[in-house]
């Protein structure tokens, strides 16, 4: 069985542009999970999408955006980059809306010049 | 508040010495669960704990959660360099359905 898959391995980019990272869960989990690792850090909540909706996010400001499509894969968005947003970012899946056992993919690193 | 504090945020020992890391928390805890997250890998879950008082273990592992599910700990006994990583705990807010990570301990061993 397929694991969590996330593109692009890596993404370098320059301060104002955008970023789009892409995720598929693992089939049959319909919830995904966006997570920021930055250089050394542990994990910040970003969003939380389940059934195709938007169900939480963290303290992130409104250029972090996501959707999530009817095959329950997940796009994240990142406009006007920042030097700061230069992290790993980490998509998770589960099982419909309960969190028990998050299944993480590889990352996505972002590096912002 | 909702975070959960992890200490210490380092630990180096000898292959073979024992590990611990604490898991702090000022509220009551629905749950928690820890990850392991290898050198430029990614998270993986190890466990869940979510009575008061419970220990799991896991071969050379063993988690605790407190009696007032403020804290846990992982015990490593007799750590391999296989262990090398940085140990995560994250509790879960409940409504909000998200999990909020510790900081994380790194672990790095001398062989």
């Known amino acids: 069985e397929a694991g969590v898959t996330q593109s692009p391995t890596h993404l370098i980019k320059t301060r104002g542009q955008q970023a789009t990272l892409r995720c598929s869960p693992i089939?049959?989990?319909?919830?995904v999970y966006w997570y920021q690792q930055a250089l050394g850090l542990g994990l910040q909540f970003l969003l939380w999408?389940?059934?195709?909706?938007?169900?939480n996010r963290g303290n992130f400001p409104p250029r972090f955006s996501g959707r999530q499509f009817p095959n329950y894969s997940s796009e994240l968005n990142v406009n006007a980059l920042e030097l700061e947003d230069s992290a790993l970012y980490l998509c998770?899946?589960?099982?419909?809306?309960?969190?028990?056992?998050?299944?993480f993919g590889e990352g996505s690193r972002l590096t912002v010049l | 508040g909702q975070q959960v504090m992890q200490i210490p945020q380092y630990q180096h020992v000898q292959e073979g010495e024992d590990f611990t890391t604490y898991c702090n928390s000022s509220?009551?805890?629905?749950?928690i669960q820890w990850y392991k997250q290898r050198p430029g890998g990614h998270p993986v879950f190890l466990i869940q704990?979510?009575?008061?008082?419970e220990v799991k273990k896991q071969k050379r592992l063993t988690f605790q959660f407190g009696e007032a599910k403020k804290n846990s700990s992982l015990h490593i006994t007799a750590t391999q360099t296989t262990d090398v990583g940085t140990y995560f705990c994250?509790?879960?807010?409940?409504?909000?359905?998200?999990?909020?990570f510790g900081q994380g301990t790194r672990l790095t061993i001398n062989p």
């Open positions: 998770a899946s589960s099982l419909a809306g309960s969190v028990g056992e998050l299944f």
């Open positions: 089939s049959g989990h319909t919830s």
């Open positions: 999408y389940d059934e195709g909706e938007e169900r």
């Open positions: 509220t009551t805890l629905s749950n």
């Open positions: 704990l979510v009575k008061s008082g």
């Open positions: 994250a509790r879960l807010i409940q409504g909000a359905q998200k999990l909020v």
